[in-house]
C-alpha cells in the first residue's frame, strides 16, 4: 500500500512558563509528522526554533515537500541528503524509525544496534529569573539528583549562589544560552567555581566564543548552538570540553547516533539534551542517551499535561519507551 504522510502543529502549556536568556513562553510549539503504511504508522516530534531560523510553517512546508518522495518510499538514507539537519528531518526521520520498528515487529533500539534500554536519570530544568524566584524554584526541586540552571549573564553571580544555597545537595548543571561576554565571564565562572558547578552549556555566543581557548577551563565547558552535526566537532575541541547534542539540531535519530559516537572518538563528553516538547519528542533521544555522560530530557516535567501515553518518570528517572508511543 501507498505511504502517506501528514504533519500537524500542536501547542502544549508549560506549567508556570519557562525562561532563558532570550526570552520567555508559556507554550511548546510542536510539529508531529505521521506515515502510515498500509496497518503501520510512525510518528516523529520536532520542534522549530527560531534561533535556527525556522518556524513552524516552514518546517510544516519542508515536510510537505517531501511528501511525494515519502509515500514512494524514501529512506532514511535518502532522507539525510534530500534536507538538512533540522526540525523538519528530525520529524521525518524519527518517524521512518518508528514505522520500520512497527512494520518489523522490533523495537527501534534493536533496529540501531542497541541492547536493552535501561532507565536514565535527567537533570531538572530550572529557569532564569531573580535570584529569589531561582532559590523557591529550586528548593521545590531540591530532591532532584540533577539540576539544569538556566543563566542569563549580568546578575548570574547572585542566581547560582541563591540557587546552591536552596538545594545544597543536588549536582548543579548550568546553561548560559549564549549570554555572557567578555565583561562577566570572569566572575561567573568563579561563581560557578564555587557552587560546585559540573558543567557549563554555551556560556559564549556561537561564533564569538574564541575567548574559550585561551581561558583556564576548571570546570567542563560543552556547546549547545555551536554544535548541530558531525561536521562542528573537528572545529569545537580547542574551545569545548563536551557537546550537547539533540535530535532537532542533527536532524534526527540517524544523525544523532552518529554524531555521539564520533564525539567520543574526538575526546568530548556527551550530554544528551531537548527542546521544550512532549514525551514523543524524548523517546528517541532516549537510545542515544543510553552511554551519555549528561541526560537533560525533561521536557515533559516542565508541561501542565503530556502526551498519552508518554513516557514514564519516576522523580528524574526516565524509563525507556514503549512502542505504543514510539519506537
Known amino acids: 500500500m501507498t505511504r502517506m504522510l501528514e504533519a500537524v502543529h500542536e501547542r502544549w502549556e508549560i506549567a508556570g512558563g519557562f525562561a532563558i536568556s532570550r526570552g520567555s513562553r508559556t507554550h511548546a510549539d510542536v510539529v508531529v509528522a505521521t506515515i502510515r503504511d498500509g496497518a503501520h504508522l510512525g510518528r516523529g516530534e520536532c520542534v522549530p526554533y527560531a534561533r535556527y531560523g525556522e518556524s513552524i510553517d516552514g518546517v510544516l512546508a519542508q515536510i510537505a515537500s517531501t511528501a511525494p ?32 520498528a512497527k512494520r ?30 531561582m532559590a523557591a524554584d529550586a528548593g521545590k526541586a531540591a530532591s532532584r539528583p540533577l539540576l539544569k ?5 549580568a546578575g548570574d553571580v547572585e542566581r547560582i549562589a541563591a540557587v546552591r544555597a536552596a538545594a545544597p545537595q543536588a549536582r548543579l548543571i548550568v546553561d548560559a544560552n549564549e549570554a555572557w561576554d567578555p565583561s562577566c565571564f570572569a566572575d561567573n565562572m568563579a561563581a560557578c567555581v564555587t557552587a560546585g558547578v559540573e558543567l557549563i552549556e554555551q556560556p559564549l555566543p556561537s561564533g564569538d566564543d574564541g575567548l574559550l581557548a585561551t ?54 563528553a556527551v550530554m544528551v539534551g531537548c527542546m521544550l ?16 555522560d549528561y541526560v537533560d530530557l525533561d521536557g515533559p516535567l516542565l508541561l501542565s499535561r ?8 519516576e522523580a ?12
Not at 279 to 286: H, K, T
Not at 306 to 312: C, F, S, V, Y
Open 69 to 100: 518522495l515519502i509515500e514512494a518510499g524514501l529512506t532514511r538514507t535518502d532522507l539525510q541528503a534530500l534536507l538538512p539537519a533540522g526540525a523538519a528531518r528530525n520529524a521525518l526521520d524519527c518517524a521512518l524509525w518508528d514505522l520500520e
Open 104 to 133: 518489523a515487529a522490533s523495537t527501534a533500539a534493536a533496529l540501531a544496534g542497541l541492547a536493552s534500554l535501561k532507565p536514565l536519570t535527567t537533570a531538572f530544568t530550572i529557569s532564569v529569573g531573580t535570584p529569589e524566584k
Open 149 to 153: 540552571v538556566k543563566l542569563g549573564g
Open 215 to 268: 581561558v583556564a577551563r576548571p570546570i567542563t565547558i560543552c556547546a549547545d548552538e555551536s554544535l548541530h552535526t558531525r561536521d562542528d566537532l573537528s572545529a569545537l575541541r580547542i574551545r569545548y570540553d563536551a557537546v550537547n547534542i539533540k535530535l532537532d539540531k542533527a536532524g534526527g535519530l540517524t544523525e544523532a547516533l552518529l554524531l555521539a559516537k564520533e564525539a567520543r572518538a574526538h575526546g568530548f
Open 277 to 292: 516538547g512532549t514525551s514523543l519528542a524524548m523517546a528517541p533521544a532516549v537510545l542515544v542517551a543510553q552511554d551519555a
Open 306 to 313: 503530556d502526551r498519552e501515553p508518554g513516557l514514564r518518570f
Open 316 to 327: 528524574s528517572r526516565l524509563y525507556p519507551p514503549e512502542p505504543a508511543l514510539w519506537g
